[in-house]
């Protein structure tokens, strides 16, 4: 069946550093993948989107590209700040199903 | 504009008895989704309901779980004698589209309802 494998965490960094979660999925066909976040104390977002082999989603820094031939998704952010602060969900919509799969989320601390 | 409205945010059961959880989705919002979160665990799909319907229940166990979505009023979702293994925050999403058209794969979700069964 379709599934999302996404880094464990807790991944902690300092500000200004390299983000990457990594981000792999199962499934036939081509799916749409997501990134969601949850900010303490918050319902989820939605973070950024890509709906085809190739595509970039991008916002607020964070960018993920949609790579086919390795399957993965992963989420990348120049440099951090203590705001980033959240669990970050990967997700994949199949299309012909009526829900999104979430993988099991990553928790980002970020200090100062 | 209000967005999706979860409550309780925290809800107490001793084993045996029954939760009630209701989700209002935004305005202008027909469709409703529930997904469960176990502690250390990622988010599962429960059900997804349209107005008086239940379109997806394959995420719901088959006992002692049900769903609702009335034509007027919240979605609610029924825990009846529950197990400490009901333990675990309940998140409410809604949509303004049809599976078929979530081509935006955007969801808007409660902030949960953290259900502790002692």
């Known amino acids: 069946g379709n599934s999302v494998t996404q880094m464990e965490g807790p991944v902690t960094l300092s500000e200004e550093a390299f983000l990457t979660i990594n981000c792999t999925y199962t499934?036939?066909?081509?799916?749409?993948l997501f990134w969601y976040v949850q900010y303490p104390g918050e319902g989820l977002q939605l973070l950024l989107k890509?709906?085809?082999?190739?595509d970039k989603g991008s916002n607020k820094g964070f960018e993920a590209t949609y790579r086919k031939e390795t399957t993965s998704f992963h989420l990348e952010k120049g440099s951090v700040q203590v705001s980033d602060s959240a669990v970050y969900f990967c997700?994949?919509?199949?299309?012909?199903?009526?829900?999104?799969?979430f993988g099991s989320g990553t928790r980002l601390s970020i200090r100062p | 504009n209000a967005g999706v409205m979860q409550n309780p945010r925290h809800l107490v059961r001793r084993r045996g008895q029954e939760a009630r959880l209701r989700c209002s989705p935004m305005?202008?919002?027909?469709?409703v989704y529930w997904y469960r979160q176990l502690p250390e665990e990622g988010l599962k799909f429960m059900v997804y309901?349209?107005?008086?319907?239940?379109?997806?229940e394959s995420g719901m166990p088959k006992e002692r779980f049900s769903a609702e979505f009335p034509k007027e009023g919240p979605s609610i979702l029924r825990i009846q004698q529950v197990v400490r293994g009901d333990s675990a925050a309940y998140f409410c999403?809604?949509?303004?589209?049809?599976?078929?058209?979530?081509?935006?794969?955007?969801?808007?979700f409660g902030e949960g309802s953290r259900l502790t069964v002692l």
């Open positions: 999403a809604s949509s303004p589209q049809t599976p078929v058209t979530l081509n935006t794969g955007e969801l808007f």
């Open positions: 499934a036939t066909g081509y799916p749409s």
């Open positions: 890509a709906t085809k082999a190739d």
């Open positions: 997700a994949l919509w199949k299309g012909s199903a009526s829900k999104i799969i």
């Open positions: 305005k202008g919002h027909s469709h």
């Open positions: 309901l349209q107005k008086e319907n239940i379109i997806d």
